[in-house]
């Protein structure tokens, strides 16, 4: 309500030069000017049913982004993708404002999708009708990962990082 959210951009470089692209962050603005993430407010907001209006506004500032011709990657909370008041969302953002629905990748946890998988389906198969792309982010955490792979239209794979740090050393 007193509009102390912020969207930091981490550029995701493509390892054969490919398109650059930018996931976007949540952040919180303090009352003192201090930066508060995720971690401190998101689970309160899960707890107290707030986490759609804050998806909802990350939405609505990444396509503005998007119709920008800014390539931005989301994560989109469990909660989000289980309801049905999302993707309308999404569907009018992306008409008011003429986004390209390419310029916009969703993130969808594997942990979400353990949740409700038929929910998941659905959400990333309408995203990509749009013509938004999917990424499942931190892939290898949950137990049916290759399950998900072949059930979801997933156009992008965000390996979790306990594989691959130590992967240009290790043989």
């Known amino acids: 309500d007193e509009g102390r959210f912020e969207l930091y951009s981490q550029p995701i470089i493509a390892l054969t030069g490919g398109q650059h692209r930018e996931e976007l962050l949540l952040r919180m603005i303090g009352r003192g000017g201090e930066e508060i993430l995720p971690g401190s407010f998101l689970p309160a907001a899960e707890k107290y049913g707030l986490i759609f209006e804050i998806d909802q506004w990350v ?100 390996i979790d990082i306990e594989f691959i740090r130590d992967l240009p050393t290790s043989l």
């Open 59 to 158: 939405v609505t500032e990444a396509v503005r982004l998007a119709a920008a011709g800014r390539n931005v990657q989301i994560n989109v909370s469990a909660a989000s993708i289980s309801s049905v008041d999302l993707l309308p969302v999404i569907e009018r953002e992306l008409r008011a404002t003429g986004a390209d629905a390419a310029n916009l990748v969703f993130e969808i946890t594997e942990t979400a999708l353990m949740l409700d998988l038929a929910a998941g389906e659905a959400f990333a198969s309408r995203l990509a009708q749009l013509g938004c792309g999917v990424a499942l982010d931190d892939f290898g955490t949950g137990f049916g990962s290759f399950t998900y792979l072949k059930r979801l239209r997933v156009h992008y794979l965000k």
